[in-house]
Nanobody, 117 residues
Framework: QVQLVESGGGLVQPGGSLRLSCAASGFSFSGYTMSWVRQAPGKGLEWVGDIYSGGTRLYYADSVKSRFTISRDNAKNTLNLQINSLKPEDTAVYYC??????????WGQGTQVTVSS
């Protein structure tokens, strides 16, 4: 069955960095656009960015564009999110999701990122 498993979250001080990963299985990972989405406490889902199947086309939300980098390793079925210069407002649960057509398909369970001193 399809599985998306995020990892790499944790507690980090403002200005720090984290690298989140999403391990995919159960589908042909290299053929799908993948997305990162986050949800801050008490708020709705916020799109972070997408990476197309080949890994060369990327799109980011304006709020994260200069600090977040999405990458993928199709040989390892892994999606990554490098987050630099973390801010308290980056505190959220971060999800990876499969894009199917114009919609989200499968989601991971999420990984918590907390930015606090």
């Amino acid at each position: 069955q399809v599985q998306l498993v995020e990892s790499g979250g944790g507690l980090v001080q403002p200005g720090g960095s984290l690298r989140l990963s999403c391990a995919a299985s159960g589908f042909s990972f290299s053929g799908y656009t993948m997305s990162w989405v986050r949800q801050a406490p008490g708020k709705g889902l916020e799109w972070v960015g997408d990476i197309y199947s080949g890994g060369t086309r990327l799109y980011y939300a304006d709020s994260v564009k200069s600090r977040f980098t999405i990458s993928r390793d199709n040989a390892k079925n892994t999606l990554n999110l490098q987050i630099n210069s973390l801010k308290p407002e980056d505190t959220a649960v971060y999800y990876c999701a499969q894009i199917v057509g114009s919609w989200y398909g499968y989601w991971g369970q999420g990984t918590q990122v907390t930015v606090s001193s």
